[in-house]
């Protein structure tokens, strides 16, 4: 298990000491975080690490799930999409099996923790559930800048009671939220299995087990199948990069147990690929497999994210921080990540014509983007390591319990 001060090599003697001594501060309080699911998506993989750490710091910190059933996941996959921008209807019976499942996870789920922190949309009511007798706090990680009205209404009536409100990107604050708005900019592990150094030999390996060739340059995109990913617009741009050089594309993302649309997508792209291009040109993988993806990442000469809804996008980070030349959509949080042309390249998430052009230029000049590349990995390690989540937390336990 990784320890706090086995990140020192990486952020330095003074975060580290920072982090005791804050820790030390909250002697004897607890913790618990609760989202929906264990793995898949960025939140699961944050607290992977973030849960363990803030033990080792010395702070009890517990992680649970909500026990959610395919219908809740269902509609909240739903609310996913309306939260930024979609049209829904929300109905009675989505409504009541929303509350239910929360009321029924509240019989069981004991909260005697000195501070509740609650993950997107699928626990937001449990609070309504409990006597409250400690700070709650929502933490959202979806892009809530034109949220859907109906929802939006319908939801606040539950984060009306939370204490404090934690959102990505100072773009998602809501002027129509009374509360005291916090940003966490989310972060990596660089010391995870998914992020963490590998040898070029390991690489070769993992990729050749996986059968994924590597006798082309790949362009890579690690997202899971959904639609504001736009893995069918990452097809075309591909079919435009094709046209001047000759690559592969490899799209890779899990199926997290709380989005069933990915499946669906998922057809959709495998259809389209099979109709445009022969056999093994894409590469369509949807295994959880954090090894896999640190190698592909690392294999890849160009790392694309061509999302048109963006909460942050720590599949950005994760490139940046393996210093690939990274090409993303000017959207959500991906611009607090990403200075066009300094350390990685904006464009446009509808204008596949100039994302193609910069893929094609950085295939056919590599040596052109090393700088680059490089200039964004430091940003990484100054500004979205888990060691700096694990410092606003701490302030913000320490600020809210009047410590």
């Known amino acids: 298990m990784r320890k706090i001060v086995d990140y020192r090599p990486i952020v330095g003697d003074r975060v580290i000491r920072n982090i005791f001594s804050k820790a030390s501060r909250l002697n004897g309080n607890r913790l618990i975080h609760i989202n929906s699911t264990y793995a898949g998506g960025g939140v699961a993989e ?44 929300l109905g009675k019976k989505n409504r009541e099996l929303y509350l239910q499942v929360n009321e029924e996870f509240s019989t069981y789920a004991q909260l005697d923790q000195d501070f509740v922190i ?40 539950f984060i009306i009671r939370y204490d404090r409100v934690i959102m990505s ?25 998914k992020n963490d150094y590998v040898s070029d030999r390991e ?3 993992t990729l050749h087990y996986y059968e994924v060739p590597t006798d082309k340059p790949i362009i890579l995109q690690i997202s899971r199948f959904d639609k504001w990913k736009d893995p069918l617009g990452v097809i075309d741009v591909f079919k435009q990069v094709r046209k001047k050089v000759d690559c592969r594309l490899v799209l890779c993302g899990s199926m997290a147990a709380d989005d069933p649309e990915g499946f669906k997508i998922f057809e959709k792209v495998d259809q389209r690929a099979e109709k445009l291009f022969e056999r093994g040109d894409i590469i369509l993988l949807t295994l959880e497999s954090n ?14 994210q061509k999302s048109l809804r963006e909460g942050f996008g720590l599949t950005v980070t994760e490139a940046l921080w393996k210093a690939k030349p990274v090409v993303a959509s000017n959207v959500g949080g991906i611009p607090l990540q990403i200075e066009d042309g300094v350390n990685g390249f904006l464009v446009d998430p509808y204008d596949k014509k100039s994302c193609a052009e910069r893929v094609i230029d950085i295939l056919k000049n590599p040596e052109k983007y090393t700088d680059i590349a490089q200039a ?4 990484v390690r100054k500004n979205f390591l888990i060691t700096r989540l694990i410092e606003d937390y701490l302030d913000l336990a320490i600020d809210i319990l009047h410590i």
């Open 46 to 89: 944050i607290l992977n690490s973030l849960a363990p750490l803030m033990n080792d710091a010395g702070v009890d910190t517990d992680w649970r799930i909500i026990r959610g059933t395919p219908d809740l996941f269902n509609i909240t996959k739903k609310f996913h999409n309306a939260l930024q921008g979609d049209k829904m209807r």
């Open 118 to 157: 609650i993950h997107d949309p699928q626990p937001l009511p449990l609070i309504q559930f409990y006597r409250k007798r400690q700070p709650w706090v929502w933490r959202c990680h979806v892009d809530l800048s034109n949220p859907n009205g109906e929802l939006w209404d319908f939801l606040k009536d």
């Open 169 to 193: 990107s100072e773009n998602y604050k809501k002027q129509d939220l009374p509360h005291e708005q916090h940003i966490f900019k989310p972060v990596i592990d660089p010391l995870s299995p």
């Open 203 to 205: 690489i070769e390996r």
């Open 291 to 304: 090894i896999l993806v640190n190698a592909l990442q690392r294999a890849a000469s160009v790392v694309l």
């Open 376 to 379: 964004g990995k430091e940003y």
